[in-house]
């Protein structure tokens, strides 16, 4: 068998090309890194499905819930995600938590938004709460629905205005204590709520404060002594720059609202949905985690995850970049 030099040298080149290939894609693995604003693949290689979410710890492992928002979903349900990660960048589907039919007959458009799970410690029950309403945005509550696993499934338990009041956009606070939160936007009051759980999370016990400013998409975290809150501004699916404040109590009195990032980016396309804290041996991260909405392509809206520049009464989101994180030591590194 004659083999001539050209057909060594494709054979050659070929071989190079394909192991060159299988080296960057595995330490493109290894090296952890996050994309703000490119497909995120999990380890299923599709991309994940969880806006608008928001995230628990359980021991050493995280679980990220939001809307799935697929192509080819069952229109006469809506679907809420989870996904489970040990290093909050390889994220496991572990399938649809919660999958629920048109519970308080709200007519065909009805809405399930931006949904959070607390771990309930005395109850041994996920609790998961939502943005329940219909398409007109007028009934505007919570809705409930309780698990003894995290992946679920979920049952559905129950809807309910927290405080008596309005709720649309909702986000989640748990404090260094333990004590659980829930942070409701209520458009007649012009401003959102930060409300204490029951003890067994199913309701609102007590209301905390009312931070008098337009805002929706609220996101708190605790950092070295002082509380930080982020919300965005009432233009529907349109980013516009997110604001914050801070104050030494729950209770306020806050500051005045400041840019988080520069106002003509609009908070680099994206609106806030939480500020998760990772506590590592080393440091303490604060990362801000938002959504970049593509209302007309829902399945291929984005996430915008940045380490947040914050202490000593200041916050400041950095222009989006790579960025690797080590859960464990809790440093973050631009690339």
């Not at 698990?147 to 205005?161: A, C, E, W």
């Not at 604001?243 to 520069?262: N, R, V």
């Given at each position: 068998m004659i083999i001539f030099k050209d057909e060594i040298y494709h054979k050659t080149l070929i071989f190079i090309l394909l192991t060159i290939y299988i080296v960057q894609q595995a330490s493109g693995q290894d090296q952890k890194i996050i994309r703000p604003g490119e497909l995120w693949p999990d380890k299923q290689g599709n991309h994940i499905q969880a806006h608008g979410g928001g995230i628990v710890k359980i021991k050493d492992t995280y679980y990220w819930y939001g809307e799935q928002r697929s192509r080819g979903l069952d229109t006469a349900y809506r679907y809420v995600s989870?996904?489970?990660?040990?290093?909050?960048?390889?994220?496991?589907?572990?399938?649809?938590?919660?999958?629920?039919?048109?519970?308080?007959?709200?007519?065909?458009?009805?809405?399930?938004?931006?949904?959070?799970?607390?771990?309930?410690q005395?109850?041994?029950?996920?609790?998961?709460?939502?943005?329940?309403?219909?398409?007109?945005?007028?009934?505007?509550?919570?809705?409930?629905?309780?698990?003894?696993k995290p992946q679920g499934p979920f049952r559905y338990v129950k809807s309910f205005r927290p405080l008596d009041r309005e709720s649309r956009d909702i986000g989640q606070f748990i404090d260094d204590?333990?004590?659980?939160?829930?942070?409701?936007?209520?458009?007649?009051?012009?401003?959102?709520?930060?409300?204490?759980?029951s003890t067994d999370y199913l309701t609102v016990e007590k209301e905390?404060?009312?931070?008098?400013?337009?805002?929706?998409?609220?996101?708190?975290?605790?950092?070295r002594g002082l509380y930080y809150v982020i919300g965005s501004a009432l233009t529907g699916w349109s980013?516009?720059?997110?604001?914050?404040?801070?104050?030494?109590?729950?209770?306020?009195?806050?500051s005045e609202f400041k840019d988080i990032a520069p106002p003509?980016?609009?908070?680099?396309?994206?609106?806030?949905?939480?500020?998760?804290k990772v506590e590592g041996t080393k440091d303490t991260c604060v990362i801000f985690m938002a959504d970049q909405w593509r209302p007309?392509?829902?399945?291929?809206?984005?996430?915008l995850w940045m380490p947040l520049k914050i202490g000593q009464g200041k916050l400041w989101l950095p222009k989006p970049q790579p960025w690797t994180l080590n859960v464990k030591t809790g440093e973050t590194k631009p690339l």
């Amino acid at each position: 068998m004659i083999i001539f030099k050209d057909e060594i040298y494709h054979k050659t080149l070929i071989f190079i090309l394909l192991t060159i290939y299988i080296v960057q894609q595995a330490s493109g693995q290894d090296q952890k890194i996050i994309r703000p604003g490119e497909l995120w693949p999990d380890k299923q290689g599709n991309h994940i499905q969880a806006h608008g979410g928001g995230i628990v710890k359980i021991k050493d492992t995280y679980y990220w819930y939001g809307e799935q928002r697929s192509r080819g979903l069952d229109t006469a349900y809506r679907y809420v995600s989870c996904y489970a990660s040990k290093d909050l960048i390889h994220w496991d589907f572990e399938g649809n938590a919660l999958q629920l039919s048109d519970p308080e007959n709200l007519g065909h458009r009805w809405v399930l938004e931006r949904p959070k799970v607390f771990y309930n410690q005395r109850t041994k029950n996920y609790v998961m709460y939502f943005h329940l309403d219909d398409a007109r945005y007028a009934f505007a509550r919570v809705g409930v629905a309780i698990s003894k696993k995290p992946q679920g499934p979920f049952r559905y338990v129950k809807s309910f205005r927290p405080l008596d009041r309005e709720s649309r956009d909702i986000g989640q606070f748990i404090d260094d204590d333990g004590t659980a939160y829930l942070i409701f936007e209520s458009r007649p009051t012009k401003g959102f709520f930060i409300a204490q759980l029951s003890t067994d999370y199913l309701t609102v016990e007590k209301e905390v404060c009312l931070i008098n400013a337009p805002l929706e998409g609220g996101a708190l975290v605790h950092y070295r002594g002082l509380y930080y809150v982020i919300g965005s501004a009432l233009t529907g699916w349109s980013p516009n720059p997110n604001q914050y404040a801070t104050a030494k109590t729950l209770e306020g009195p806050w500051s005045e609202f400041k840019d988080i990032a520069p106002p003509e980016t609009n908070t680099y396309q994206s609106q806030s949905t939480m500020m998760l804290k990772v506590e590592g041996t080393k440091d303490t991260c604060v990362i801000f985690m938002a959504d970049q909405w593509r209302p007309k392509q829902q399945w291929d809206s984005r996430y915008l995850w940045m380490p947040l520049k914050i202490g000593q009464g200041k916050l400041w989101l950095p222009k989006p970049q790579p960025w690797t994180l080590n859960v464990k030591t809790g440093e973050t590194k631009p690339l």
